[in-house]
């Protein structure tokens, strides 16, 4: 399976930039996506195809990389973007998240 | 508004099945893969299958493979995850998710129901 790590935790303050990275084990071409997950709730989609903005979530986010190397990018942070940040890949079978980043605010 | 309803979890012994259901809302469910990915307490995230939209193509994670399977009754707009031979490992929140096709992400997720193996 493709393995893909991500740093556990980072911690910012409010108005930084914040850079979350997830590295695959093998190429997964573009095929990366991110999602936030809040405490109690169910993960929420940020980012599909490794750049692309999903519906309704801030321009504040962004994706990019492509092959083993990518990153989201958080700019600028707000309080309420406490919550851990998973990446998951869908090129190679099965599909697969990262451990995932939690993002604390200082 | 896209809604996702899981339901059917709770307590269940090891070694017994349990059935989970998600009702979905909102959208033309026929028209969507679906899938479903599970949460052990305090960890991550890990995909356990999909099915198409006529139940043509089913896939597994390997390891779930011979005791998990997916199934949906479009007429009712309803996702099944079936479970078998369960275990303490598969102590989770269980998440139905809307699937979009090509590259293939979740774009909507159920709350989550709970699933806790012990005897």
């Known amino acids: 399976d493709t393995v893909l790590t991500q740093s556990p935790a980072l911690a910012v303050s409010p108005g930084e930039r914040v850079s979350i990275s997830c590295r695959a084990s093998?190429?997964?071409?573009?095929?990366m996506h991110w999602y936030q997950q809040k405490p109690g709730q169910q993960p929420k989609l940020l980012i599909y195809k490794a750049s692309n903005l999903a519906s309704g979530v801030p321009a504040r986010f962004s994706g990019s990389g492509s092959g083993t190397d990518f990153t989201l990018t958080i700019d600028p942070v707000e309080a309420d973007d406490t919550a851990t940040y998973f990446c998951q890949q869908s090129w190679n079978d099965p599909p697969t998240f990262g451990g995932g980043t939690k993002l604390e605010l200082k | 508004e896209v809604k996702l309803v899981e339901s059917g979890g709770g307590l269940v012994q090891p070694g017994r099945s349990l059935k989970l259901s998600c009702a979905a809302s909102g959208f033309s469910f026929n028209d969507y893969w679906m899938g479903w990915v599970r949460q052990a307490p305090g960890k991550g995230l890990e995909w356990i299958g999909e099915i198409n939209q006529d139940s043509s193509t089913i896939n597994y994670t390997p390891s779930l493979k011979d005791k998990f399977t997916i199934s949906r009754d479009n007429a009712q707009n309803t996702l099944y995850l079936q479970m078998s031979k369960l275990g303490s490992e598969d102590t989770a929140i269980y998440y139905c998710?809307?699937?979009?096709?090509?590259?293939?992400?979740?774009?909507?997720w159920g709350q989550g129901v709970m699933v806790t193996v012990s005897s």
């Open positions: 093998e190429g997964v071409n573009s095929y």
């Open positions: 998710a809307r699937e979009r096709d090509l590259p293939y992400y979740f774009d909507y």
